[in-house]
């Protein structure tokens, strides 16, 4: 049973616009919410990161949005670029040095 | 900035035979994970340590087991590989025990 819910598998987005994934989990333990960036043969890269005490944090292109009632969390970016091309996974842990529970990815295609 | 490094890049054995898979954590980080990520899905916690000490453990095989040396690096020994086992396999590193997880380059392995 997949714990954290990513959506969509794939999503492709013209150059200069924003890319939207979604994300949703059930373990209302989680309170550490990552998102990693892969490219193929590589390893997750650590995009940006939120905890429940806001709803909502910026990095540059990135933001990561997050409704704690819903259970839901999400990631923007901004003028997207075919650099972004990649996976992007959502992730969730626990406080206390817990393992990572990931959703199943999302793979973005940026296009001229 | 110095990254984790993970040992070796690639990896081909036969069934049944043995492997061990090094990791090296960035400077300074006590925490390692380990993550298996089989074609096309997302990467699945295998096992974790804190300060030398085993701290949680995932879908790990028997087959398989792990430590944490003095220096802080880290391998993933398998034995009785099976072609299932084929995967990359990724080594995290943390600052501790609830700080972002750091991934490593993986180590591809095949199993023939």
């Known amino acids: 049973q997949q714990q954290v819910k990513q959506s969509p598998q794939s999503l492709i987005v013209q150059k200069g616009g924003i890319s939207i994934i979604n994300c949703a989990y059930e373990?209302?333990?989680?309170?550490?919410f990552p998102w990693y960036q892969q490219f193929p043969g590589k390893g997750p890269a650590l995009l940006i990161a939120?905890?429940?005490?806001?709803s909502e944090k910026k990095e540059g292109r990135f933001t990561i949005s997050f409704n704690k009632s819903a259970k839901q969390f999400s990631l923007h970016i901004m003028d997207s670029q075919p650099g972004d091309s990649a996976t992007y996974f959502c992730a969730a842990s626990r406080r206390g040095g817990n393992k990572l529970t990931f959703g199943t990815g999302t793979q973005l295609k940026v296009e001229l | 900035a110095a990254g984790v490094i993970q040992s070796p890049r690639h990896l081909i054995k036969e069934k049944r035979e043995t492997a061990t898979l090094k990791c090296y954590p960035i400077?300074?980080?006590?925490?390692v994970y380990w993550y298996q990520q089989g074609p096309g899905q997302d990467p699945q916690f295998l096992i974790s340590?804190?300060?030398?000490?085993?701290?949680d453990k995932g879908s790990i095989p028997d087959r398989f087991s792990a430590q944490q040396f003095s220096d802080y690096h880290s391998e993933l020994n398998m034995s009785s590989l099976e072609l299932g086992d084929s995967a990359l396999y990724f080594c995290?590193?943390?600052?501790?025990?609830?700080?972002?997880?750091?991934f490593g380059p993986g180590t591809r392995l095949t199993v023939t």
């Open positions: 400077p300074r980080h006590d925490t």
């Open positions: 340590f804190y300060e030398k000490m085993q701290s």
């Open positions: 995290a590193s943390s600052p501790d025990r609830e700080g972002e997880q750091y």
């Open positions: 939120i905890r429940p005490d806001v």
């Open positions: 373990n209302t333990a989680f309170d550490y």
